[in-house]
């Protein structure tokens, strides 16, 4: 009989229990917004003079759901002398490689482009093997070009012969740091991002090594980084 009351209690007891309420899947919060776009730096002509500024900005883009960082360039440099005309820009490549920050990885990495017009009555030859880049810690490196493969680039570089009157419209970066392989990546063409990492106050140049006709005409570009607001 004790038996039957404790049961009956139970039973009572559990019939004036509020009904369990049914779990809900907690939502994740959304990420943070990136603060974007921003303008990373600005890039000048300081010798020999030039005209107009490259702007480097990182803007953002949906990759799916997920909101991503790209970096954008803008604008351009213009210059002339005695052998051509000269227009610099930036120009996307097929090129990865780590950015300015920690864990950043920067899909196509930009060169430096170089479009010069020859002005002068005879042929100019650029010799890739003795042109350089200057990079921001002032060390030299040697360059590749548009007409490079880069399963090729420690082979000897061909010199590209200019036409009087006709344009050469190449890139420039510079080749020691270039590999195939990054760790945790699969194997593709890397480097350590060269302009995307620049800040301002950097310089760097580029020597290009000219010969028009029979005499030599080497060409050195001296480049400032400036602040966003110049």
Same mark, same amino acid.
């Given at each position: 009989m004790k038996r039957l009351l404790l049961v009956g209690a139970l039973v009572l007891l559990w019939g004036?229990?509020? *009904?369990?309420?049914?779990? &809900?899947? &907690?939502?994740? *919060?959304?990420?943070?917004? %990136?603060?974007?776009?921003?303008?990373?730096?600005r890039v000048t002509l300081v010798s020999p003079p030039g005209q107009?500024?490259?702007?480097?900005?990182?803007?953002?883009?949906?990759?799916?759901?997920?909101?991503?960082?790209? =970096?954008?360039? =803008?604008?351009?440099? %213009?210059?002339?002398?005695?052998?051509?005309?000269?227009?610099? &820009? =930036?120009?996307?490549?097929? %090129?990865?490689?780590p950015g300015a920050t920690r864990g950043e990885w920067v899909d196509g990495l930009h060169a430096m482009s170089v479009i010069f017009v020859n002005t002068t009555r005879g042929d100019l030859e650029v010799d890739w093997e003795q042109s350089r880049f200057v990079d921001a810690s002032g060390r030299s490196q040697r360059v590749i070009h548009r007409g490079v493969q880069l399963n090729q680039r420690t082979a000897q570089m061909l010199p590209s012969t200019l036409a009087p009157g006709a344009t050469l419209n190449e890139f420039v970066f510079p080749g020691d740091g270039i590999t195939f392989s990054a760790p945790g990546r699969a194997s593709v063409w890397n480097s350590p991002a060269v302009f995307e990492r620049l800040v301002p106050g950097a310089e760097f140049s580029i020597v290009l090594n000219i010969k028009s006709g029979q005499t030599a005409a080497p060409r050195t570009f001296k480049f400032s980084v400036v602040p966003p607001s110049t």
């Open positions: 004036c229990m509020p *009904p369990a309420r049914p779990q &809900t899947a &907690t939502k994740a *919060p959304p990420p943070p917004r %990136l603060n974007l776009p921003r303008i990373a730096h107009g500024v490259i702007e480097l900005r990182q803007e953002s883009q949906m990759q799916g759901s997920v909101e991503t960082a790209v =970096y954008r360039a =803008y604008g351009g440099i %213009l210059a002339s002398d005695d052998v051509a005309r000269w227009r610099f &820009t =930036y120009i996307k490549t097929s %090129l990865e490689g």
